[in-house]
T-cell receptor, first 112, second 112 residues
Framework: KNEVEQSPQNLTAQEEEFITINCSYS?????LHWLQQHPGGGIVSLFM???GKKKHGRLIATINIQEKHSSLHITASHPRDSAVYIC??????????????FGKGTHLIIQP | GEEVAQTPKHLVRGEGQKAKLYCAPI?????VFWYQQVLKNEFKFLIS????????ETGMPKERFSAKCLPNSPCSLEIQATKLEDSAVYFC??????????FGPGTRLTVT
């Protein structure tokens, strides 16, 4: 069974700060997902990656398969980035309908 | 549709009553997933479907939980004889094979 660990659990930062959230997992995966859960509860998929790096606007996600580690970075953070960021993994099973295993999330607050 | 739809938004049931939740996946997505979020950040995978076939049900408490995805109907998750511990937000997600999962807004089930 895959264990997904995230750090930090809680993070409060000032607007414009560079934010890093880390995720590590214990066994092989086919993909890693970064999700954002808004205070209202809605979940948005930010990235799905299996190697390298992806960038979308001010968000950057990287993964190191050998180290079993991923990071999510937010540049020039803004109060609207305040949310829970969740790392989740798809197991390496070859199927297309494998359920995700989730980390416990990082609660991010960006203060103006 | 272009979004995963879930109904109802909120559901209140007395302990021992039945609860039925519905999910309409995005058109063209052949994979459907059900997740349970208990407390704020504890997600648990319940079951996944490939079209109308169960793909993985390892997370389902089978004695009281059942799920279906029939052609031309919303998918459903049914809980017989609800217990207090079933109180949670239930998320449905859909995807194409090996692509990111798109989450619905969730159904909040409160068992009293």
């Amino acid at each position: 069974k895959n264990e997904v660990e995230q750090s930090p659990q809680n993070l409060t930062a000032q607007e414009e700060e560079f934010i890093t959230i880390n995720c590590s997992y214990s066994v092989g995966i086919s993909a890693l997902h970064w999700l954002q859960q808004h205070p209202g509860g809605g979940i948005v998929s930010l990235f799905m990656l299996s190697s390298g790096k992806k960038k979308h606007g001010r968000l950057i996600a990287t993964i190191n398969i050998q180290e079993k580690h991923s990071s999510l970075h937010i540049t020039a953070s803004h109060p609207r980035d305040s949310a829970v960021y969740i790392c989740a993994v798809t197991p390496y099973s070859g199927g297309g309908a494998d359920g995700l295993t989730f980390g416990k999330g990082t609660h991010l607050i960006i203060q103006p | 549709g272009e979004e995963v739809a879930q109904t109802p938004k909120h559901l209140v049931r007395g302990e021992g009553q039945k609860a039925k939740l519905y999910c309409a996946p995005i058109k063209g997505h052949s994979y459907v997933f059900w997740y349970q979020q208990v407390l704020k950040n504890e997600f648990k995978f319940l079951i996944s479907f490939q079209n109308e076939n169960v793909f993985d049900e390892t997370g389902m408490p089978k004695e009281r939980f059942s799920a279906k995805c029939l052609p031309n109907s919303p998918c459903s998750l049914e809980i017989q004889a609800t217990k207090l511990e079933d109180s949670a937000v239930y998320f449905c997600a859909s995807s194409r094979q090996y692509y990111e999962q798109y989450f619905g807004p969730g159904t909040r089930l409160t068992v009293t």
